[in-house]
């Protein structure tokens, strides 16, 4: 959604073509991003004409404040969508920001895993808006990740697991 | 004004800028170097934006206030306290996940 798309974009916006296909998974409640996203891909076209990109989406997995038992719920549901998009995709890397339609797109990379079928590397860097605290996502994912970047010296200090390199959107 | 695709116009030609706390709204008016005044709503407290104003506030980029004293913040500042803010490294991010998945 909106802010975690302007942040991922920038993410992506050094990465070398090795990089590439990119798989772009996004919720299918958004309406903005598809738009942000196809005018990066466009620019980056103009550097490297052999660019690949595609875009997927899956039912939002939580709202805003939505409750923790429900969105376990939507979020099974939404793993329904992921699970076969993670399988069919295959990533060598999935990098994400924390949006909530993150959390089953790497449980079900994690599944995949465990049942021998692709080992995907996670990366997941959190938020420029998280200084003192993690997201949902950040919560969940800094057990699962194999990379957990955070953006403040304060999360460091709190999750001595993460990777500090400054700010980098 | 409400529903612009985007501010960035109005930004450029801007010398000050007044927002809520939003992190996308003040970042955005950071990068561009303007001087920029957060009102924080008392109201949303513990909404986790705060945190990122906070900081910018200690770390001196910008002024914070509220609703109710926003005219007092207006009256008395000094935007040559401010400091600039500079912009994130995604290059440091690159560096880091070339190491990572092995491209080196």
Same mark, same amino acid.
């Given at each position: 959604?909106?802010?975690?798309?302007?942040?991922?974009?920038?993410?992506?916006?050094?990465? $070398?073509?090795?990089?590439?296909?990119?798989?772009?998974?996004?919720?299918?409640?958004?309406?903005?991003?598809?738009?942000?996203?196809?005018?990066?891909?466009?620019?980056?076209?103009?550097?490297?004409?052999?660019?690949?990109?595609t875009l997927?989406?899956?039912?939002? $997995?939580?709202?805003?404040?939505? $409750?923790?038992?429900?969105?376990?719920?939507?979020?099974?549901?939404?793993?329904?969508?992921?699970?076969?998009?993670?399988?069919?995709?295959?990533?060598?890397?999935i990098?994400?920001?924390g949006?909530?339609?993150?959390v089953?797109?790497?449980?079900?990379?994690?599944?995949?895993?465990?049942?021998?079928?692709?080992?995907?590397?996670?990366?997941?860097?959190?938020?420029?808006?998280?200084?003192?605290?993690? $997201?949902?996502?950040?919560?969940i994912?800094?057990?699962?990740?194999?990379?957990?970047?955070?953006?403040?010296?304060?999360?460091?200090?709190?999750?001595?697991?993460?990777?500090?390199?400054?700010?980098?959107? | 004004?409400?529903?612009?695709?985007s501010?960035?116009?109005?930004?450029?030609? =801007?010398?000050?800028?007044?927002?809520?706390?939003? =992190?996308?709204?003040?970042?955005? =008016?950071?990068?561009?170097?303007?001087?920029?005044?957060?009102?924080?709503n008392?109201?949303?407290?513990n909404?986790?934006?705060?945190?990122?104003?906070?900081?910018?506030?200690?770390?001196?980029?910008v002024?914070?206030?509220?609703?109710?004293?926003?005219?007092?913040?207006?009256?008395s500042?000094?935007?040559?306290?401010?400091?600039?803010?500079?912009?994130?490294?995604?290059?440091?991010?690159?560096?880091?996940?070339?190491?990572?998945?092995?491209?080196?």
């Amino acid at each position: 959604t909106g802010g975690h798309t302007t942040e991922i974009l920038r993410l992506l916006s050094c990465l $070398s073509e090795s990089y590439s296909p990119r798989h772009y998974v996004f919720a299918d409640s958004d309406k903005m991003s598809e738009a942000k996203i196809r005018s990066f891909e466009q620019e980056r076209a103009e550097t490297f004409p052999n660019s690949q990109f595609t875009l997927d989406r899956i039912p939002r $997995s939580r709202e805003v404040r939505q $409750s923790w038992t429900s969105s376990v719920v939507t979020t099974l549901y939404s793993m329904l969508y992921s699970l076969p998009l993670t399988y069919k995709l295959k990533p060598d890397l999935i990098l994400c920001n924390g949006p909530g339609t993150c959390v089953p797109v790497c449980i079900s990379a994690l599944l995949l895993g465990l049942l021998g079928i692709k080992r995907t590397i996670i990366v997941y860097v959190e938020s420029i808006c998280r200084v003192e605290t993690l $997201s949902l996502s950040g919560k969940i994912l800094y057990y699962f990740s194999d990379y957990f970047i955070v953006q403040w010296p304060d999360l460091k200090e709190k999750y001595p697991k993460s990777v500090f390199l400054g700010r980098i959107v | 004004f409400r529903f612009k695709d985007s501010l960035a116009e109005d930004l450029r030609r =801007a010398d000050l800028v007044i927002s809520h706390a939003g =992190a996308g709204s003040c970042l955005e =008016a950071l990068e561009k170097g303007k001087p920029l005044v957060v009102v924080i709503n008392e109201k949303l407290m513990n909404n986790h934006q705060l945190e990122l104003a906070k900081q910018l506030h200690r770390d001196g980029h910008v002024f914070c206030c509220n609703c109710s004293t926003l005219v007092e913040t207006l009256q008395s500042m000094d935007l040559t306290a401010l400091k600039p803010f500079p912009p994130g490294q995604p290059e440091k991010f690159a560096l880091f996940l070339d190491k990572v998945v092995g491209f080196q």
